[in-house]
Structure formats: C-alpha cells, structure tokens
C-alpha cells in the first residue's frame, strides 16, 4: 500500500515507490504494532540528505530487504524538517546507543513508541567493523522475540532517563562567564585553515553571531571583546574563501569533511545561509552577503516569496547521477545542466530566519531590494501560514502539512518579524511577532499551544521544551530574543521576564558547552547587557543621522522611521516611539539606556558624540566582567 505518494514532504515522496511497506508518523503505525505484537522500525531524514539517498538506493529499493521489513516490523518513514520534535526526540535517545548522531537515523522501538536500539546509515554489507543492514534487522528480530525482557528493560530505562535529564535546574544569566566562552572558543580554533576543531568542520553560525555580539557589547574589558571579534571575523574570512562556498551562485553547504573545509556534503539548507548572511552583513562583508542572497533569491525563493528549505547535493551531470559534481563546475559549464533540485517546502522558523537575516543584511547594506525580499517572504508566511485557528508548520504549493507547530515557528518568525519592522519601519509586522509570541506565553513562562507534537505526547515521549541547538538556534532562545525586543519596545516588563524564566534553566548547560549553543548565548549577553536604543525619526533614511544610527556600536536596537511610521509604531502600544514625533521639521534621535531616553538631538555631531559617550570602549560604559 502507497501511504506516501500524496505527501506534502518531498522527502516522504522520493519514498513512495520503494518496496518497502512505509507508513507516515502519527497513530496508526504504533497500533499496527501492538496488534502483531512486532516492533516498529523508524527512518528519519531529509529530502536533501546524501546518504538518505545512498540507503534508500542500497536498501530501501532493495525486494528482499522490504519483504524483511514487512513481515517483522512496521516501519514508519520521518521528515525530520516537517517533524523537528519527533527528530529531536529520537535523536536525543540514539545518543545512548551512538556518539556519531546523524541522518538517516535509523531507530528501532517498541510499540509505545519506546526506543530499544538506534544507529544511523547501515551498509548493504558489511563494511569496515560495521553490520549491514539486514545483519542489524536479524539482530533486532533476535531480540525482540528472544530476550524481549531485556529489550523492555532497555526502552523503559531509557525513556524514563532522557525525562530525568530534561529536567534542568534553576539557573540565571548571571551564571556565564563570557570572558571563559570566549577562551574557551579560542583554545578551538584552528588557525590554519579556520573554525572550529578539525574534521568534519560545521559553520556553527549562531556561534559566530554570539562572538559577533560578545564583541560589541559592554560585558567584557577591551582584550576580550577584541579576541570574540577577531575569533568570528577570522572565520567568516576563512570561509569566504573556502570551497565551503560557492563561488558561482553564492550560497554555503553544509559542512567539509575535511579540515580545510573541502570535500564539502553539497547539500545547501535554508538555515545555514539565512544566518551566515546575517553574520557577513554584521562584519560589513557585502560582498559575500551578497552572493548568499543571490542563492535564496534566485534558487530558494518560491512562487509567493517565501523560500524552500534546501537544495540537494545530488544531480544528473551529463546524464550522471553525481555528489556534488554540478558545484564543481563553472558558471558558463552549469548552462544545460540540470540543478539540483530544491526541497520546495516552506517551513515556517526556516522562513523566520531568512526573513531576519535579509532585513537586517538589508538595511545594513543600503539595499532596499533585500528587505523587500524579506517583506515578502513574510507577507506570504502571514497570509498562508499564520491564522487564528491554525499555525501551520510546513507547506508545499499551497499544501499544508498536518505536523504540528514547534516552538521554532513561532521564535524564529517572531524574531525575524520584528527585524523587518526596525529595518522597515512597518508597525505591522511588531503587531504580528507580539502576537506569536502572546500565543506561545502563559504569564511568565512558555506553553506550546496544543502541546506539541500529540503521537509523542501520548507515548509520553515529547522533550520538554527542548533547549538543543547546533547548526541554528532553538525555538526557546529564539523566544527569548523576541520577547527581549518586545520588551524595549513595549516596556513591558513581563516580556522581559518570559526571556530571563525561558532561558535561565539552561544557563548553566550553555556555558558549559558554548560551542553547541550559541543562539542561547547571544540572548543571555542581551539579558545581562544594558539595553541601549537608538530611535532615528526622519524623512531621509540615508541622511546623516540615520548613517551614523547604522554604525553606532554597543546598541541592542536600531530603528530609522518616518514621522508617519513613529506614529503608527505609538498607536500600536509601543510605548517606545510614544512622544517622539517631533511637531517640527527637522530630524530627530533618541539615544535611551534601560529604556530611559536622553533629550533628542537633530544634529549629527551631537548624535556623534553621544554615541561615543555610550560605546562599549566610551567612558560612560562601565566593563562587567561576568
């Protein structure tokens, strides 16, 4: 039977002709296993993955192999992108069985749902130490109907272990010691060929962007927020000129199997652009920034704006199926190739990121085109995805995914919202990221409308709001930066409140391992920071006041607005803008700490010299060192 063919996930439908008896994630398939008494074999990758579609070649298309499958096991195929909660819970349980996590998973479990054994890619034979994969079905089967107490053993200890060690104790910001983070990313790096560690070498953006951030805010002496600088240049230059990025149309792959960062996996995901674009248009490296949006623009970008979630490594080259081998041709050898082919689902956080990123690489830049982008990419999120009944996941040509929402969506949307409305100046967009975060809030704290994912959560398997990051931030730091924001704009202080309770659990584990969870970090230098805004109200958004607004230092916001746009930000209860619409003709600036806002200034020398009063290295700024 077909379950596939008719999915929204691209990935779920490169499966829809395999022998292999798939069904999708949800109820049926676990009851299917309580009833023959089998176990359930669970597959999770993704669309672009390589050696998904090594495994799927080798394995999965093989008769024998599914005739297996089918007869002891009922196997469940997972779009970890559509499914990130049900990824990050089995992958969180495959940790106890493998150090080398990675996809294809490959999770075998109980008919609760209850994990008893976990690899990832599997051989069609033995290679190197390493069983095949029906080796690891024999022996999976040998198990389950031969020492079935020990299996059971094994899942229900394993469950109720990873719950014990969800449960983080209380914590604050004040518990990081930025100037430790910094040492500690610095004893990393290789200073041979950049980043961090040696192979395989990840861009590990969100941890740049912290050490961009580090670097130029007030919580360090001079040495070290010099060293956190220097540490994320050294290594967006690095990568500028490695074969990580392609020098034709511009975006970055996923990571180097090699120290150097060659022989990269070719794959070019959403996430990993969107965030090294906003880091390169932070260093001033336009050049590069600019090449990546390209990528989104003319290869991610979908009919309505919004942009798919990666590009696949994989293409036919001269009629051949190749890894890779398209990205190493030229620009004019590329004409008549066939791209490879783009995983066109919309994910919403995914979408939140490149939103942000564009805005704020956008404004930075000069480039109104850009934010643009970004204005429609949200318009189309807002319009499709975004309603008062549903907040839609994933969609595809209009299709929407039954997966349910994540915390991710509704941070990273949130975050990039609100990075359109300070680049664009539209009230709008404010209104819509408070929403999305008054929906996922409950006083102080954080409750997912609709309890995540509801086939874990009847197997009691959902992890409590998972603070896990890596190659891109988690939805709690992402809800935690939105709410900041919301703060300095509203002056509520109950979102300030939501972003210390949301992140102080985890304060601790962040900066025992700052190389895993950069993203939370940057929210807690932002916590621990003075908050410093600077608010531009003028008709000329390339004037002398709005230039300098761009390049002041030290702030944790920016905004340039029209007299019109100041005024709808007011109405709107951001009681940031309110009394700030000059009666007057000429341009005004407002410099405010903790929200308390010095005397407009209209001239640009003034302003000038205001912000170098208040600048990480001024003489008003007084160095804490955490």
């Known amino acids: 039977m077909n379950r596939l063919g008719d999915a929204v996930s691209p990935y779920l439908r490169s499966h829809a002709d395999n022998p292999v008896d798939w069904w999708r994630w949800g109820p049926e398939p676990f009851a299917e296993a309580r009833e023959r008494d089998v176990p359930v074999f669970i597959s999770i990758g993704y669309a672009t993955c390589h ?17 297996l499958l089918r007869e002891r096991f009922v196997s469940i195929k997972v779009d970890r992108e559509e499914h990130p909660d049900v990824d990050a819970s089995y992958l969180t349980a495959a940790g106890a069985f493998t150090q080398n996590l990675g996809w294809p998973l490959t999770v075998f479990a109980t008919p609760e749902g209850r994990t008893f054994f976990a690899t990832t890619y599997c051989p069609p034979e033995p290679v190197a130490g390493h069983p095949s994969f029906r080796q690891v079905l024999d022996a999976v089967w040998e198990a389950w109907t031969q020492r079935r107490a020990q299996v059971d053993d094994i899942s229900n200890g394993l469950a109720a272990a990873i719950v014990t060690s969800a449960a983080a104790p209380p914590g604050d910001a004040s518990e990081v010691d930025f100037a430790r983070v910094v040492s500690e990313l610095a004893e990393y790096e290789d200073v041979q060929y950049g980043g961090f560690g040696g192979a395989p070498k990840f861009p590990v953006a969100p941890v740049v962007l912290m050490l961009q951030r580090v670097g130029d805010c007030p919580l360090l002496e001079p040495e070290p927020r010099a060293a956190a600088a220097g540490l994320a240049r050294r290594m967006l230059e690095a990568m500028a000129q490695s074969p990580l990025r392609d020098p034709v149309e511009g975006g970055f792959f996923r990571y180097g199997t090699r120290r150097d960062w060659s022989e990269p996996h070719y794959e070019r995901m959403l996430y990993d652009n969107a965030l090294l674009l906003r880091a390169y248009a932070e260093e001033g490296d336009d050049v590069t920034a600019e090449g990546i949006v390209g990528f989104l623009r003319d290869v991610l970008r979908r009919d309505g704006g919004a942009f798919g979630s990666a590009q696949d490594s994989e293409s036919l080259v001269d009629g051949v199926r190749s890894e890779g081998g398209y990205y190493g041709l030229s620009a004019g050898q590329r004409t008549g190739q066939p791209r490879p082919a783009v995983d066109g689902k919309v994910l919403t ?9 564009l805005a704020v690489a956008g404004r930075r830049a000069g480039r109104p085109d850009w934010v643009a982008l970004a204005a429609e990419a949200a318009d189309r999120l807002l319009e499709a995805h975004v309603r008062p009944d549903r907040f ?11 997966a349910a929402a994540a915390l991710e969506d509704y941070g990273m949307l949130a975050r990039g919202l609100l990075d359109l409305a300070l680049a664009s100046g539209e009230a709008g967009y404010a209104v819509a990221a408070r929403d999305l975060i008054d929906r996922v809030t409950d006083g102080d704290g954080i409750a997912l409308p609709g309890g995540g994912d509801p086939t874990l959560a009847s197997h009691g398997l959902g992890l409590p709001l998972d603070p896990s990051e890596g190659a891109y931030p988690s939805g709690l730091s992402q809800i935690a930066s939105a709410s900041l924001t919301l703060y300095e704009l509203t ?14 659990p985890v304060a601790g584990l962040a900066a025992s391992r700052p190389i895993s969870m950069g993203g939370t970090l940057s929210v807690l230098a932002d916590l621990r920071a003075p908050s410093r805004e600077l608010l531009v109200v003028t008709e000329e958004a390339d004037g002398p006041l709005a230039r300098l607004a761009l390049d002041a230092a030290g702030t944790t916001l920016v905004t340039i607005v029209s007299r019109a746009q100041a005024a709808a930000f007011a109405e709107a209860g951001f009681d940031l803008f309110a009394g700030r619409v000059p009666r007057h003709d000429r341009d005004v600036a407002y410099l405010c700490e903790d929200l308390v806002c010095r005397l407009p200034v209209s001239a640009p020398a003034d302003l000038a010299a205001l912000l170098v009063q208040r600048s990480p290295g001024g003489s008003s700024a007084s160095p804490t060192t955490l």
């Open 491 to 504: 002056g509520d202080r109950r979102y300030r409140r939501v972003a210390e309770k949301t992140l102080a």
């Open 51 to 67: 050696w998904c579609h090594v495994m799927a070649r080798e394995s999965f298309s093989d008769a024998g192999v599914a005739e």
């Open 392 to 402: 839609v996941r994933a969609s595809l040509d209009g299709r929407e995914s039954d």
């Open 349 to 357: 956080g995914w979408n939140g990121l490149a939103i942000g990123a």
